[in-house]
């Protein structure tokens, strides 16, 4: 069975163990989708097993993964892939994504770690994508990180993360918050930033909460509510590239379903308004 995509207005949570109670007893329509990482989930049984199918069964099913390692220079990993491939067949998974970093060297490193922006860095993790979707037999999306020691740059970022969508024909999960994050962190404009990305390669957003260390200090946690600027940046980027399925990360710290609800409810106003706005502004 092939998935339908998703409607670009939909909003979904992250399928998180901590949460799994809460989803299985929220009400239908509560969120569109929900959003898992493979790694996690694979070979899994018992009563988690059985949460996932169930959750599954009721609503579509997203994949994040975590540990492919694409700017890495170890080999990918057959076996890992091949069984990445049964589980998104399994679940009947539209979009897979990754992260644009590497995650393991002698041994995994439990951390998003960046590439540098150079030229080769594009032509190699370019080649492991193009090899990833061949392996799982789909097109897959790629998402921006958040860094904080920055490798060897002979390109900026933003044309370092077009320059690999180009070379690896795939597609682009924007992260906003990481765009906020990163341009507090290193100095650079993030509706610049934002304006710089592909429309056409945008398949999902996601968005997440961070913690503010310092001023020019914000570190990606996922463990805290979606902030105001966050909030601001998503709604630029659904006017500058329209509304695409957006996903509330929230990693820890969880609170009551209730507030999490609130904000997919806040993601789907964002889209209703842009919606809404879209027409006045292509007329006016």
Known sequence: MTALPLPHASAGLGLRRGLLDDLLAAPAGAFDFLECA?????GVGGRYGEALATLSSRHPLTCHGLSLSLGGVAPLDDTFLARTRRFLDQHDVGLYSEHLSYCADDGHLYDLMPIPFT?????????????????LGRRIAVENVSYYAAPYQAMDEADFVNAVLAEADCD?????NNI???????????????????SSRIVSYHIAGHYDEADDLKVDTHGAPVKDDVWALLEAAYRQHGV?????ERDFNFPPIAELLDE????RLAQQATATATPKTRHG
């Open 180 to 198: 906020h994050v990163n341009a507090i962190n290193h100095g650079y404009d993030a509706r610049a930033f934002l304006a710089r990305m592909p």
């Open 264 to 267: 997919v409810r806040r993601i």
């Open 119 to 135: 030229e080769e860095a594009v032509r190699h993790v370019a080649a492991r994508i193009r090899q990833t979707q061949d392996t």
């Open 244 to 248: 695409r399925p957006t996903l509330l």
């Open 38 to 42: 493979p790694d996690n989930w694979i």
């Open 172 to 176: 682009l999960l924007l992260d906003v």
